[in-house]
């Protein structure tokens, strides 16, 4: 026989975006395989099912076509928790503590990549956030799963109480929003520890970690760095304006909060406008919600939460960068500034982009789903489309109406939404800089 020649194998170049999709889409695929198994459902379930259930999960988002509870056993159910805790940590965390257990080092190469996956400036903080992500991951969960206990254990028995608090607070923490009940959180809705609980989870879990790190690290507001501070101001900005704004509006409607006490109106008006900022559960009936209301959820499931968080959404560096561009302008300020620093034009475009093509993929996908189903209502469609794109999981009752067709779009939707649209752009078109600069000219514009 003869003696085969050394070959040399070329490694795999992936792009950072690539890589990232590519990882997500295993977790997807491996995901569909073990919840289609028999021993993860109940009830029988086709290949799409398994595959909206699997990536609404990895990008957990929290939209569901059958009940988890009792179409799922209770490894299924656990499949579903991986997933939601693999897709909220990110893949790019896993990979780089997944070379670190291999090297002491991470290349070049590949500190670049997760550079850029994690957002990044320094690659010296890459190994340093990774970690962090994990630990302060498994910290909140377990502070949350103890909270969550007082309140489960007493009502479903020590063992299964446990479980219950485990899973919900994975599913809140990561912002997934995937509930154990048929009417996610409704029987809930005059529960304090659990519905104040679960609402702390997706809030800290919306921050971002490196909001977390960096507010762990100052300890005192004056040493917290300018994003921190607009993430931590914003975030209670939106929150309580959104809180008065919904028990305002919804507080003569008897199919929501006309018919609570007080006390539950404001706790139910609280979770009603948190959650939306990508977490998905909800304590009143979304459907029954005013068109006023709805258009308010709509707006928050697009700003989403913080950046290198578990929410997704344009982020909400984004959206008070746009508010602060937007202010610069009409003032005929030279700078747009936050803080007393200057926030760079790079960052100014990038928010545009991030917005535009956010904007471009919800009204081409709500299109879409106008041509696939005529009959249902406009409203509940474009809530659909905001909510899978978003990854927030609320629904008006929809999704599990929707054809196999319009459920692919979704499934599209999620995926697209968890990489976030300007890893999407960077998929579609490669960046490249040009080294030739061009006359300046005048376009009308208003």
Known sequence: MKKLKNVTLKPINLSPPSLLAVGFLSFIIIGTILLKLPISHKIEINWLEALFTATSAVTVT?????????????????????????????????????????????????????????????????TFVAKGVVLYSLIFELIGAGILSFAFIPEFGLVKGLYYSVFFSISAFNNAGFSLFSDSLMSFQNNYLICLGISFLYIIGGLGFIVLMDIKKARK??????????????????????????????????????????????????????????????????????????????????????????????????????ILSVVAFLRRNDEVTVFHYAISHENIYKALAVSLITGLIIIFSFFILLLLEPKLNFIDLMFEVISALCTVGLSRNTTGSLHDGSLFVLIVLMFAGRLGPLTIAYLIATPKKSRIKHANTHIQIG
């Open 62 to 126: 929290g939209l569901s076509i059958i009940d988890t509870g009792s179409a799922y056993t209770v490894f299924g159910q656990f499949v579903i928790m991986g997933l939601i805790q693999l897709g909220g940590l990110g893949f790019m965390t896993f990979a780089i503590l997944a070379a670190l257990s291999l090297s002491s080092k991470i290349g070049l190469k590949q500190q670049i990549m997760a550079q850029d996956s994690l957002d990044q400036t320094s690659l010296s903080k890459v």
């Open 221 to 322: 507001w004056k040493k917290l760095t300018a994003n921190s501070k607009l993430v931590i101001v914003a975030t209670i900005l939106i929150n309580l304006i959104a809180f008065i704004l919904i028990w305002f509006i919804e507080s003569n409607n008897s199919l929501t909060l006309a018919s609570m006490q007080p006390k539950d109106q404001l706790l139910n008006a609280w979770f009603q406008a948190t959650t939306p900022r990508t977490a998905g559960f909800n304590t009143l009936d979304t459907a029954s919600l005013h068109d006023s209301t709805t258009l308010i959820i709509m707006i928050l499931m697009t700003i989403g939460g913080g950046s290198l968080s578990t929410a997704s959404g344009i982020k909400v560096g984004t959206f008070v960068i746009l």
